[in-house]
C-alpha cells in the first residue's frame, strides 16, 4: 500500500471486505491483436459474492454506517444492479438489515435472482431512471425510522466522497503492484456509471503522483454533468481527506451504444472474444462497453502502448441478458 495513502485513509472507519490484493494480469492474445500491451486489474476478484468494484467502495460505507450506528441500510439501483445485491449481501455479512430499492420489472434472473435467494428485502417500482428513486428510498428510511430502526442510505452505486475512498485506496494497492512489477502504464481504463469509481481513481494518481492518464468509458449517456460529477466528487473526497489537490478533466468516451443497459451485438461478439481468447468474462451493460472502447480506442494509438483495465466484475449481468446477446450472435 502506498504510504501517504495509507495514512491518509486510516482515520476513517473501514471494514475489511476484500482479504487480498486483486491480481494485474497479462491479456497476451488481446496484446498481439492490438499491437499494445493490454493488462488487466482482477477487481472482478474482490471476493465478496459477486466480487466486483463496489466491493471497495463498501468497505468505507458499511465502515461509516456502523461507526454511525446505523442497523439498515438502504440503497437503490436498476433491478439488474450488481451495487444494490453485493451492498445487501455485505450488509447481511455485518449482521445489518437492508432494504433494497429497486426500478424496473421483477425478472427472476441475474441479480434480482440472487437478492431473492438470498431472501433480500426488495421494493421495485416503475420508475425511468435510477436517481427518481432517491424520494421512495426516502420514504422507507423515514418508515424504517417510526420504526424505531437506524437507517442509513447508501446512494447509487455507493457514489458519496466516502464510498470514492475505496478507488482511492485501489491506487494505493495499484503503485505497490505496479512499482514491484516494474511496469509503467500510459493509462488506466474503466467503466463509468455513477462515477465513484473514476473519481477515485483520478483523486488517487494524483496523491501518488502515478504518471498513468485516467480514462473513462461511460456506459449511460454521456454529458457534460457526468464530467463535473466525476469531478465534483473527486474533489469532495480530497476535501473529506483534508488534502488540496489541483485535478485536471479526464477523459471520457460515450461507449452506451445509445442507452444505458441496451444490448447489442458489438458488444455480444466483443465479450465472445474475451472470454474464448483469455478466458476472462465481461458483462453486456458495464465492463463488455468499456472494453469495447479500449480495443477501438487502442487500435487508434489513443491509449497508449501500455494499458490498464479495471475490471469492476458484472458476471451476473450475462446471466440477466445471455438470452439477448444469443439471440444477436
Ligand atoms: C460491473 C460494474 N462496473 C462498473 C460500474 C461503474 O462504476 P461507477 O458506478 O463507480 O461508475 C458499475 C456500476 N454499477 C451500478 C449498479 O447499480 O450496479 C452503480 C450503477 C458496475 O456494476
Known amino acids: 500500500m502506498h504510504p501517504k495513502?495509507?495514512?491518509?485513509?486510516?482515520?476513517?472507519?473501514?471494514?475489511?471486505?476484500i482479504p487480498w490484493e486483486t491480481p494485474i494480469q497479462y491479456l497476451p492474445r488481446i496484446s498481439e491483436m492490438l499491437g499494445v500491451e493490454v493488462y488487466v486489474k482482477r477487481d472482478d476478484l474482490t471476493g465478496l459474492g459477486i466480487g466486483g468494484n463496489k466491493v471497495r467502495k463498501l468497505e468505507f460505507l458499511l465502515g461509516d454506517a456502523l461507526a454511525k450506528g446505523a442497523d439498515t441500510i438502504i440503497t437503490m439501483g436498476a433491478v439488474h444492479s450488481n451495487h444494490a445485491f453485493v451492498t445487501a449481501l455485505a450488509a447481511k455479512k455485518l449482521g445489518l438489515d437492508v432494504v433494497l430499492v429497486l426500478r424496473g420489472k421483477e425478472t427472476l434472473k441475474g441479480n434480482y435472482l440472487l437478492d431473492k435467494l438470498m431472501g433480500i428485502e426488495t421494493r421495485v417500482y416503475d420508475v425511468e431512471k435510477t436517481p427518481d428513486l432517491i424520494l421512495y428510498a426516502e420514504k422507507v428510511a423515514k418508515e424504517l425510522e417510526e420504526q424505531g430502526k437506524k437507517p442509513y442510505i447508501i446512494p447509487i452505486g455507493g457514489a458519496s466522497p466516502v464510498g470514492t475512498l475505496g478507488y482511492v485506496r485501489m491506487v494505493g494497492e495499484l503503485s505497490t503492484q505496479i512499482s514491484s512489477l516494474g511496469l509503467k502504464f500510459d493509462t488506466i481504463v474503466d467503466?463509468?456509471?455513477?462515477?465513484?469509481?473514476?473519481?477515485?481513481?483520478?483523486?488517487?494518481?494524483?496523491?501518488?503522483?502515478?504518471?498513468?492518464?485516467?480514462?473513462?468509458m461511460a456506459v449511460g449517456i454521456f454529458g457534460e454533468k457526468m464530467m463535473q460529477k466525476v469531478v465534483d466528487l473527486a474533489r469532495e473526497s480530497a476535501k473529506l481527506l483534508g488534502v488540496s489537490v489541483?485535478?485536471?478533466?479526464?477523459?471520457?468516451?460515450?461507449?452506451?451504444?445509445?442507452?444505458?443497459?441496451?444490448?447489442?451485438?458489438?458488444?455480444?461478439?466483443?465479450?465472445r472474444l474475451v472470454g474464448t481468447k483469455e478466458g476472462i468474462l465481461l458483462d453486456p451493460v458495464y465492463t463488455g462497453k468499456a472494453f469495447y472502447g479500449l480495443m477501438d480506442l487502442a487500435k487508434k494509438g489513443e491509449l497508449g502502448e501500455r494499458i490498464l483495465f479495471i475490471h469492476t466484475g458484472g458476471m451476473p449481468g450475462i446471466f440477466h441478458y445471455g438470452e439477448d446477446m444469443l439471440r444477436l450472435l
Open 191 to 216: 467503466a463509468v456509471g455513477s462515477g465513484g469509481t473514476l473519481a477515485g481513481i483520478l483523486l488517487g494518481l494524483e496523491l501518488t503522483k502515478l504518471e498513468v492518464e485516467p480514462v473513462g
Open 5 to 17: 495513502i495509507g495514512a491518509l485513509l486510516a482515520k476513517f472507519p473501514r471494514i475489511e471486505l
Open 246 to 271: 489541483e485535478l485536471k478533466e479526464p477523459r471520457i468516451y460515450d461507449y452506451s451504444f445509445g442507452a444505458y443497459g441496451k444490448i447489442v451485438r458489438e458488444v455480444a461478439e466483443l465479450i
